[in-house]
């Protein structure tokens, strides 16, 4: 999906829920807490005041739907930690290195993000490949078919890879041996081999043993609006927090669009939990 915004053209995150741990944990929770396990509309919680759950009884827990005790705690008594309880996870792509920061602020999640470390090879192959039998344009050009800009106008993001070409440009004048830091040691021989011929060596690269941890010495050359993948965890309370925060008119526009994404992906028994209905 497109969106303008401040006059630039910008692709919208894509999200997938791919875990939830339902409802009867934090119910469980909850009755614990008052010992009013008969109350519940769930016969298999009422069963717990009886005896331990069998493993059985845990998969039949992990299927409750609804908790009438869960909606008066979280609406009426705000009793939020029993909120805790409850785990969602989702798969996130496409949105940006600038939304990482935002995320950053919100302490209890966990999360796990495509590396810059471990995944720049295709930009540096680009570049050492521009160096010896293209030029400036085909590095742009290269990367341009990346399609690794949240920015969707291509304008903006050839000035953007002109920016990393110019920085890959001077580094590689200041840094000695600059080929051992970029290029794997079995890939080295390509460069003399295929010298003149800017796409064999760049295919070649590609095909080759990719350089380990490139991205330590060349992190520097990219900016916020590069895409990023991650999975995020968050338990309800802290979801709750996150939507509250991020799908307000004060939030910035690219992790708005991604709580709204989420919103989307989280079915209703937990939104019903943690956003109050307008």
């Known amino acids: 999906m497109m969106e303008d915004t401040y006059g630039i053209k910008y692709s919208r995150p894509e999200v997938v829920l791919l875990q939830e741990t339902g409802l009867g944990v934090a119910e469980t929770a909850a ?50 930690s029993i909120l805790e309880h409850a785990n969602l996870s989702f798969l996130v792509r496409g949105t940006s ?12 999640q966990a999360i796990s993000v ?7 090879s295709s930009i540096i192959n680009a570049f050492v490949a521009s160096k010896h039998g293209g030029d400036k344009d085909f590095f742009i050009d290269k990367i341009l ?12 993001n050839k000035i953007e890879i002109g920016a990393i070409y110019e920085k890959l440009d001077y580094q590689s004048k200041i840094v000695e041996d600059f080929h051992l830091i ?5 890939s080295l021989p390509f460069i003399e081999e295929l010298e003149g011929d800017a796409e064999a060596l760049f295919n070649a690269l590609e095909s080759g043993k990719k350089k380990r941890n ?4 060349f992190k520097h050359i990219i900016t916020d609006n590069v895409k990023v ?28 669009w991604l709580a709204q994404a989420m919103m989307k ?6 939104l019903d939990l943690i956003v109050k209905k307008k």
Not at 114 to 120: A, D, G, L, W
Not at 145 to 156: A, H, I, K, Q, S
Not at 233 to 250: H, I, M, P, Q, V
Not at 265 to 270: L, V
């Open 97 to 108: 290195r600038g939304v990482l920061q935002e995320h950053a602020r919100h302490r209890i």
């Open 182 to 186: 970029a290029v794997a040691k079995s």
């Open 145 to 156: 078919g990346f399609n690794m800009f949240v920015t969707l106008d291509e304008v903006y």
């Open 31 to 80: 009755r614990t807490c008052y010992d009013s396990f008969q109350n519940s509309e769930n016969e298999v919680i009422q069963h717990i005041e009886e005896k331990m759950p069998s493993r059985e009884m845990c998969e039949d827990i992990n299927k409750i739907e609804e908790s009438t005790l869960l909606d008066d705690l979280a609406w009426t008594y705000f009793h939020h």
């Open 114 to 120: 495509r590396s810059t470390r471990y995944t720049m």
């Open 265 to 270: 992906a989280t079915p209703s028994k937990y």
């Open 229 to 256: 993948d991650m999975v995020v965890t968050f338990n309800l309370r802290s979801l709750k927090n996150y939507f509250t925060l991020r799908d307000s008119g004060a939030a910035y526009f690219q992790i708005k």
């Open 214 to 217: 490139v991205g330590d010495a």
